[in-house]
């Protein structure tokens, strides 16, 4: 009997054991299984909002919102620190026009870059489109930001020499061109009126001056439809920007192929009869009394802009009986 009881406590306490080391198994692998659980909810990453935009925040590092929070973010897709103008007018124009808010009454939003006199204008020059307004000044001369905004470029870029670009909550973008010195970085915000950097003479220019521009989703506008340079203040507080006028006047490279065209056209419907008005004779006409640019061109089945270009004439000039005309 004593060796039987001693037989069952050796079986019952091996019983208990085998039991209390199966429940720390169970217990070690639920510890186990919680950890991957714990660690996997660390891994997760989390959601938040700005703008209508989901950006993802890790643990380790911060979100960079900076794409997200830079002004005009529901008109451009990107925000671009390399190109100048990487962006397409007709691909992101959709409407016929559109209403930019330039300024609001009395709020001294706008403040003219440089106090210069004008030095070139919007328009073809040198066999080249000029897509800005040139303003006089001395190398070394303060240039300052037109309207609130954030920095999107500031480098030096082929042409513009030293170059700043600055975005505004508007949609235009301003460009200030040739500088010697720039003195803002990219995604600095800016308040009118901040100085953006020092006038010059870098780039694709002949003389110190700052080459200034306005532009929106990347067509380039003549800057006088919006700022008196006398005065150095702006026309009115917006602007309506319509389609036909950037086909009509904005679009120099296409305005300057459609004329070449016009032209090309003009003389082949004229070709072998382009001498046919009267006073012409193997390509010239001799102007007679009553004549002006337009009864020339009319006759002749031509232009007056080509008559112009060919005869290095003015619209406006007053010709003269017996003036040779090159048709």
């Not at 521009?213 to 006398?230: K, P, V």
Request: glycine share 10%; with cysteine.
């Amino acid at each position: 009997m004593k060796r039987l009881f001693v037989i069952l406590s050796i079986t019952c306490i091996g019983f208990f054991n085998l039991n209390a080391i199966s429940g720390s198994s169970h217990d070690d692998k639920t510890k186990r299984g919680d950890d991957k659980k714990n660690k996997t909810k660390k891994d997760d990453t989390t959601k938040f909002v700005v703008n209508n935009e989901n950006i993802i925040e890790g643990d380790d590092e911060t979100a960079d919102t900076t794409q997200i929070l830079f002004p005009s973010h529901d008109l451009y897709a990107t925000w671009d620190t390399v190109w100048a103008h990487p962006y397409n007018f007709t691909e992101s124009f959709k409407t016929d026009s559109v209403i930019i808010q330039l300024t609001n009454e009395g709020d001294g939003g706008f403040v003219m870059p440089f106090k210069g006199g004008k030095t070139s204008v919007f328009g073809w020059r040198r066999y080249r489109p000029h897509y800005g307004t040139d303003i006089d000044l001395e190398t070394g001369d303060q240039v300052v930001s037109a309207f609130d905004g954030m920095v999107r470029l500031a480098k030096y870029c082929q042409g513009y020499g030293n170059c700043v670009i600055i975005r505004h909550n508007n949609g235009l973008e301003t460009v200030y061109g040739h500088l010697s010195k720039i003195l803002v970085e990219p995604g600095q915000s800016l308040a009118a009126g901040a100085l953006i950097g020092l006038g010059g003479n870098t780039g694709r220019s002949r003389g110190s001056h700052l080459h200034f521009e306005f532009r929106y989703l990347g067509q380039a506008l003549d800057t006088e439809d919006f700022i008196d340079y006398d005065k150095g203040t702006l026309k009115d507080y917006c602007f309506t920007l319509r389609k036909a006028d950037v086909e009509n006047k904005y679009d120099l490279r296409a305005l300057h192929t459609r004329h070449r065209k016009d032209i090309g056209y003009a003389r082949s419907n004229a070709k072998g009869a382009k001498y046919a008005g009267p006073g012409a004779k193997n390509g010239i006409y001799y102007v007679r009394n009553g004549d002006n640019l337009g009864k020339i061109a009319k006759r002749n089945h031509t232009t007056i802009k080509a008559l112009c270009k060919k005869n290095k004439l003015k619209e406006t000039t007053v010709l003269r009986i017996g003036q040779k005309i090159k048709i």
